[in-house]
């Protein structure tokens, strides 16, 4: 086991002003973050540490990471898209999320109840990444541009050129969100809510 994964573990990520605060999220998540360890443990996996979290890897790629969230703590596997998920265990997090998939969990003994499965799942993303297999991303050129983005490229071309500079991942995650809404009108407030985020060469988060 790493060291560095047991810091975490014991202190947090270090990563926002909540680290060894009880606030954080990995102290709330703490038993359900090492029984998933104990478990990801036994699966032949190399144990590290990226983007602040525990993170295991096989022959240098990435096959899953640990993180806890707000109300939920989870396994997130790198390339889940391409798993069978034969028990429908698998979440897709947000729209904009091609490859990885999420396995999530509230309390330890959900987790130890299903430890075989869980192995299953591992052992299955190795046999993906040994095959080579990887999720053919869609292109931003894929995504919908609706209606009223169109009229307000027209009307500005500097508005346009901006959104263009911005980064494919952050084009993508605003055709989403403005495609989502159900209204034109909803649709309209949403792209000017952005605008200045935009001119900015922000994404939707940011």
């Known amino acids: 086991m790493n060291p560095a994964v047991d810091h975490i573990l014991e202190f947090g990520c270090g990563r926002c002003k909540l680290y060894q605060t009880p606030s954080c999220k990995v102290h709330k998540w703490q038993k359900e973050m090492v029984a998933l360890r104990n478990i990801v443990n036994l699966c032949g996996l190399h144990e ?5 979290q525990p993170c ?3 022959n240098g790629k990435n096959i899953l990471i640990i993180h806890g969230f707000k109300e ?3 396994l ?3 390339n889940g898209a391409l798993l069978q998920d034969s028990e429908n265990l698998l979440i ?3 729209e904009n999320v091609q490859a990885g998939r999420q396995m999530r969990f509230t309390d330890p003994d959900s987790i130890y109840k299903i430890e075989n499965t869980i192995k299953s ?3 299955e993303a190795i046999e993906v990444e040994k095959a080579g297999l990887k999720v053919t991303p869609k292109k931003t050129s894929d ?3 609706p209606e009223e983005l169109t009229h307000a490229f027209e009307s500005s071309t500097e508005f346009k ?3 263009h500079a911005l980064t494919p991942g952050r084009q993508r995650a605003y055709l989403l969100h403005f495609a989502q809404a159900k209204q034109s009108e909803t649709r309209i407030n949403r792209i000017e809510k952005y605008r200045d985020k935009i001119y900015q060469g922000k994404g939707l988060n940011d």
Not at 48 to 52: F, L, N, R
């Open 92 to 94: 897709r997090q947000t």
């Open 76 to 78: 997130l596997f790198f």
């Open 56 to 58: 295991y890897t096989f």
């Open 143 to 145: 995504f919908p541009v």
């Open 121 to 123: 799942y591992i052992f």
């Open 72 to 74: 939920y703590c989870a």
């Open 161 to 163: 050129n901006a959104f």
């Open 48 to 52: 590290e540490v990226k983007w602040g």
